[in-house]
């Protein structure tokens, strides 16, 4: 286990660097500040190969983050742990500070997704963040699937992932992202949005970097070409990989896709590290039908096995 951090500490849950777009807000809230009780969430957890079965060995968890334990529910992949992150505050708030540790040790096989959408709130004063830091460790099968990000009118949110993967390991990391609450017609409503994307090897080499920044009102809006062009939901799977050719990886997302009723695009990732494709759709049940295609594709090119039915009703 890594060294014991004062996980409560500012420089543990706030970001190293914050983009301008979102420092611009920063302020002291006249409601609960940064820090105060209930406003910091932390999630620490580690996994281990235990025989045929990877154990939760090490877990830390302060509200408003919480787990379900971890259960073993997928026929194909019996040993897999399943792990469903929660929120118990219902979502996201000004002057939050969220941190997600997550370490797989060697041979170990995780699934990680979130209970729900998670939805940002409005926000009048300062703004809220996330830093979720994934290691997969040699011989590692990861996954990190959480469901849509909601932005609400006025929301400010910065989220922050770094994946540090093993060359022998195997990390597939998405991320959903919509105009808004478009039933209450709160499309791209939100003051801004942005995020930064890491991928790492152990030693810290720099593979790729994805990056989003989304501030409406400051841009002259966000829904031309090259962002959500026109369209209401953007998604995004990212797989690092050596189990077989990056080419072929996203030969597979690509062909996963033909047919389904939304814009794509798949490439290689930089050092043919693995594969990525992005989403781009009007409706969301077809995102995710999208998503989880091309998912479902990953899983039988490197493991032989489809992908499981994460049911959350």
Known sequence: MPAVRDRLAPDHYEPVRL???????????????????????ILD??????GERTELV??????PLEIMRPLHVDPALPGMACVYVMATG????????????????????????????TKVYRMEQDY????????A?????????????????????????????DEDATAVYGETVTAGRLARGERHAYAVLTGDLEIRRPDGTLLAVDTLRLAPGRHGGVDGPGVFAGHDHVASL???SGRCPAARIADALHESLTGHEVLHGASVLPDDCGAWVRVLGHEEPRVTGAVRAAWDAVRRLLTGHPAPDLRKA
């Open 45 to 50: 957890l580690g996994f281990a190969r235990r």
């Open 137 to 165: 460790a040699e011989g590692a099968y990861v996954e990190y699937l959480p469901d849509p990000l909601i932005p609400f009118r006025g929301a400010r949110f910065h989220q922050s992932v770094r994946l540090t993967v």
């Open 58 to 63: 090490e877990r830390y968890q302060k509200s």
């Open 238 to 240: 990212f797989v690092v």
């Open 90 to 117: 219902g979502g996201i708030a000004q002057a939050d500070r969220y941190r997600q540790d997550l370490r797989c040790g060697p041979g170990t096989q995780v699934l990680l997704t979130t209970q729900a959408a």
């Open 128 to 135: 809220a963040t996330q830093l979720v830091r994934l290691t």
């Open 19 to 41: 983009p301008p777009e979102l420092s611009a807000f920063s302020g002291t809230p006249e409601t609960l500040g940064p820090g105060s009780p209930a406003k910091v969430g």
